[in-house]
């Protein structure tokens, strides 16, 4: 790319601008091929920039199968066969994938005219090509789709219905062979299916002559064939996943990857269609289903239909076997003055009732039996015949006894000698039981709405757009009472989503209205959602094109998959929350356990001083330089408690995260309600601090059978909610109030008060629905307050919410106390068992050097060594067994944690084990969890209680003799 100096002209700098800000590629080469000239497009297209290409071989960035082609045309360029081509190429990006591009190319002549290389543009046409090649194989699956349609047509009926057909839709998908079984009964009554016709493609071997595929066994091989296909599902998917006992028939045919669709005949499993590929494991998407179902689907229409007329042939048989020695009716009419019958048939009387001679005698006869639609056709019939030609009339009579005839009639004109028409001559057939069965055949929509009525899917046709006929399981859907409420009525208004904004199949090339697919949300009447899967396909109903669109509600499977999700990111914030208050506890037990003993030295020296001024040994000192050191005292005493006060704060809120970070414990035990309440505000104070003021109004109450952290995820749901009700900055006029009382001698009530905005009446009854929410977009998944519900129903409680907008909301928590009778909390006690106390030897074991150093000041009455890890430990006990009294132990470490070392020296060193106590500052993974469940050691959490501390350590002590 030659890049513009201040030495270039004005236009030749536009003109360079111009060039980079074009989006297609300007390039130029010399006849070596070597780019000479990249713009800046270059590197959109390519991920390289022009820079690395400049001067080397333009075809390396080309597809390898689109070299030769592209060879040939730069030699006739060069050559001067051709002064410029357009052509399409894959050209290749940094990340080893491609882009399809346009390159136009045409010739670069220098002055005098000789060919010093090429020059063109190269345009990304990938997204244009995509499309075209998905509308192509749209086009390519409905034109076999017609095509085999076609065939199905001209098959006689006594050929084989698979014949031809199968070959159209084998290409049109790709497949490597596609075959039809039928499933039929054998002597013993199971079921068995049979290979009745088959298409490979060139080079694939055929298995029509396979006699292990005629009679083939349902059971227990293909039980899972059987029970998907009787269903009306798909068997599809990759081989090698299938079970082995499928394997082991499909894979010697060499079939990588299949997709089976049932065939059906009158709502009964009757067989099924398959589709092999033999060249590539692929999956079938679901276009490709949908567009192969109505393949499926015509085969069974086709075979349906085979089914009635070898149904209404052998009717038509016995009818000719009864009927073969009568006669049809013939007769003649006179067409001039006076006009009537002058001969007819006697098997009239079979057929109409009235007799020979009641014709004659009433030439009006038949105008009066024939049915008023028909009577312009029987005068035209009588009077005219030269209008008919040879096509045949069918007219309805009234018989004597009330019953309608049809009679086909076939007249011809019988002139005089004078040309003109003189006589009607014509023979009536009697067609009433083959129109009955037409007629039958028409009614057969009545059959298919049976059908829809058993399916358990919600189910409507629908015609331009509007209802005709919808099924009882999509009124009960969409909770109306009757049928008649949804005709007319247009199904995609009872779809939430925007049906143009949701990526879903092109739009049907038919152009036929209410073509629906793809997963919606259904609006019930009274506001409610469903999520449900919509299939649509086209369809005659009553003689017209229509669109039968079928609905699976997948509302539960859809929320058992979002609550899955949402416990998957709990438990990983669950996790996080762990480790990150282990790192925290770690550096705050050094922390606050310094801070302790600074303000104890702190205090120790404040006593001394003010020791020394009682007794006078500091008279060397002015009473103002005295003054000035207890003031400085005061002040350094008051600075540490400050901090020290601020660490507590820390350790408080470290301790609430963890009781909240045990995504995997569900077990239930007694838990204190105002414990869990005041763990939850001090989580929450942030979110309530500007925006109300919180009141706590806590009753006597029992502790509940709950599990701890997920009643504290409960509450910190509800206390967020109700804070995020209250506008920001007007906090003294705003409150949430935390209630708890007695209900009765078995239950709890706790209730989260507060003054927001309320909830409407309308969702109320919604608002514990999964995914709905009152928040605005993008704010909440509407999965908060029913999972809260589902936790506290497991719990054996009960949740209820009461709201007034503009005055606020109440949400109410009933809990199964423990004990029916009130229990106080349990006072802990805080004097110290009196033990013998001597100086013992203390091992502490912890990869962080601070905490080492504090456990060594604190236990400074004893001697201490540290351990900077598990393994170092190891060492140290089993070279001196003997010489601790006591090991402070991590449980938490890297490579040899605390579980390690003390299952090591328990092996080693039976006993030893029993000296043993275990810190740690959280982050337990469940195997170190029930570890410390296990074992009857003492354990103590970081930051330490060191008054707790020191007296487990000297009981440990205590307990050993002392040593010779």
Not at 4 to 25: A, G, M, N, W
Not at 61 to 82: I, M, T, V
Not at 167 to 182: D, H, K, N
Not at 686 to 715: K, W
Request: proline share 6%; glycine share 8%; charged share 30%.
């Amino acid at each position: 790319m030659s890049p513009v100096t201040s030495e270039s002209s004005p236009s030749e700098r536009l003109h360079q601008q111009i060039i980079d800000s074009l989006k297609e590629v300007v390039f130029q080469t010399d006849t070596q091929r070597r780019w000479t000239f990249l713009n800046p497009a270059w590197a959109e297209l390519t991920g390289f920039s022009p820079e690395e290409s400049l001067g080397r071989d333009a075809f390396e960035a080309l597809h390898p199968d689109d070299l030769p082609s592209n060879r040939e045309l730069f030699r006739e360029l060069l050559a001067g066969q051709r002064e410029h081509c357009r052509h399409e190429v894959r050209c290749l990006r940094r990340d080893g994938s491609f882009r399809w591009a346009e390159v136009y190319v045409r010739q670069m002549l220098d002055e005098a005219g000789r060919v010093v290389g090429t020059c063109g543009t190269l345009t990304d046409v990938s997204e244009r090509r995509s499309t075209r090649e998905a509308l192509e194989r749209r086009e390519r699956y409905l034109t076999a789709l017609v095509e085999m349609q076609q065939r199905l047509l001209a098959v006689a009926h006594d050929e084989n219905p698979y014949k031809d057909v199968l070959e159209p839709i084998g290409r049109a998908s790709g497949a490597s062979r596609v075959y039809v079984f039928e499933v039929h009964k054998g002597e013993s009554g199971q079921l068995l299916m049979s290979q009745r016709s088959e298409w490979c493609a060139p080079g694939v071997k055929p298995e029509i002559g396979n006699p292990q595929l005629q009679g083939l066994p349902l059971e227990p091989d293909l039980r899972r064939w059987g029970e998907l296909l009787s269903r009306g599902e798909v068997v599809t998917g990759l081989v090698r996943n299938f079970p082995q006992a499928e394997r082991d028939i499909l894979e010697p045919q060499g079939v990588l990857s299949l997709l089976v669709l049932p065939l059906r005949v009158n709502d009964t499993w009757a067989g099924f269609i398959g589709f092999d590929n033999c060249d590539e494991a692929r999956e079938w998407d679901r276009l490709e289903v949908d567009l192969l179902s109505a393949a499926a689907g015509a085969l069974s229409l086709e075979l349906e239909h085979r089914h009635s007329e070898s149904a209404l042939r052998e009717r038509e048989k016995r009818y000719r076997q009864l009927a073969e020695n009568a006669s049809d009716i013939q007769y003649r009419y006179r067409l001039e003055a006076p006009r009537a019958f002058a001969y007819i048939s006697r098997v009239v009387s079979d057929r109409l009732g009235y007799s020979p001679e009641e014709h004659y005698a009433d030439a009006e006869l038949w105008r009066r039996l024939v049915h008023p639609g028909d009577l312009p056709s029987l005068q035209q019939l009588l009077e005219a015949p030269l209008q008919l030609g040879d096509k045949p009339v069918v007219l309805r009579f009234t018989a004597r006894n009330g019953r309608t005839r049809w009679l086909e009639h076939s007249v011809a004109p019988v002139r005089d000698s004078g040309g003109r028409v003189v006589l009607v001559e014509g023979i009536a057939r009697d067609i009433t039981e083959r129109r009955e069965v037409e007629e039958a055949l028409k009614l057969s929509e009545a059959s298919f709405r049976i059908l829809l009525e058993g399916v358990p899917d919600a189910s409507a046709i629908q015609r331009e757009g509007r209802i005709v006929y919808a099924n009882m399981a999509l009124v009960t859907t969409l909770g109306f009472d009757r049928p008649e409420q949804l005709v007319g009525r247009s199904l995609s208004h009872f779809i939430e989503d925007d049906i143009e904004a949701i990526p879903g199949p092109p739009p049907d090339p038919s152009g036929i209205k209410g073509m629906i697919s793809g997963e919606r949300r259904l609006v019930r009447r009274d506001g409610k959602a469903r999520v449900a899967e919509l299939v649509s396909l086209p369809l005659l109903f009553d003689g017209e094109p229509a669109v039968v669109t079928i609905a699976r509600d997948v509302t539960e499977q859809r929320q058992f998959q979002a609550r899955l999700a949402q416990a998957d990111r709990l438990a990983s914030v669950g996790t996080l929350a762990s480790g990150i208050a282990h790192e925290i506890n770690n550096p705050l037990a050094f922390v606050i356990a310094n801070l302790g003993f600074l303000s104890e030295e702190m205090r120790r020296s404040q006593l001394s001083l003010e020791s020394a001024h009682a007794n006078g040994t500091s008279a060397s000192s002015g009473p103002r330089q005295r003054q000035r050191s207890e003031t400085e005292l005061a002040e350094w005493q008051e600075v540490l408690s400050e901090a020290y006060q601020g660490a507590e704060r820390v350790r408080q809120v470290v301790r609430e995260l963890r009781t909240l970070s045990r995504p995997d414990d569900e077990r239930l035990s007694p838990v204190d309600v105002h414990q869990v309440l005041d763990s939850v505000v001090t989580m929450a104070a942030n979110e309530i601090r500007h925006r109300a003021e919180l009141h706590r109004d806590y009753g006597t109450v029992p502790q509940v059978m709950a599990n701890e952290g997920r009643l504290s995820q409960v509450f910190l749901n509800l206390v967020v909610n109700a804070a995020q009700a209250i506008p920001e900055g007007d906090a003294h006029h705003n409150a949430i109030r935390l209630v708890t009382r007695r209900l009765d001698m078995s239950r709890v009530v706790i209730e989260v008060q507060d003054t927001g905005s309320g909830i409407p009446r309308e969702a109320l009854s919604r608002i514990f629905d999964p995914f709905f929410t009152t928040k605005p977009m993008g704010v909440g998944t509407g999965l908060g307050l029913s999972i809260c519900h589902g936790i506290i129903t497991n719990m054996g409680g009960e949740i209820s919410v009461e709201s007034e907008p503009g005055k606020g909301t109440t949400f109410r928590v009933v809990l199964p106390s423990l004990d029916p009778r009130p229990q106080q909390r349990p006072q802990v006690a805080t004097t110290p068992v009196p033990v013998e106390a001597r100086r013992g030897h203390v091992l502490v074991v912890d990869d962080e050097p601070g905490v080492g150093k504090v456990l060594r000041r604190i236990l400074k009455e004893h001697e201490v060594e540290v351990a900077a890890g598990g393994r170092q430990a190891l060492e140290r006990l089993q070279s001196e067994p003997d010489l601790f009294d006591a090991v402070l132990c991590d449980v938490m470490m890297p490579d040899f944690g605390g579980k390690d070392l003390y299952e090591a020296v328990r092996r080693t060193h039976s006993g030893l084990e029993r000296r043993f106590i275990f810190v740690s500052g959280g982050a337990f993974t469940a195997n170190a969890r029930e570890f410390l469940e296990a074992i009857p050691n003492p354990k103590l959490e970081k930051p330490f209680n060191e008054p707790a501390l020191r007296q487990i350590v000297q009981d440990l002590v205590s307990r050993r003799p002392s040593p010779r």
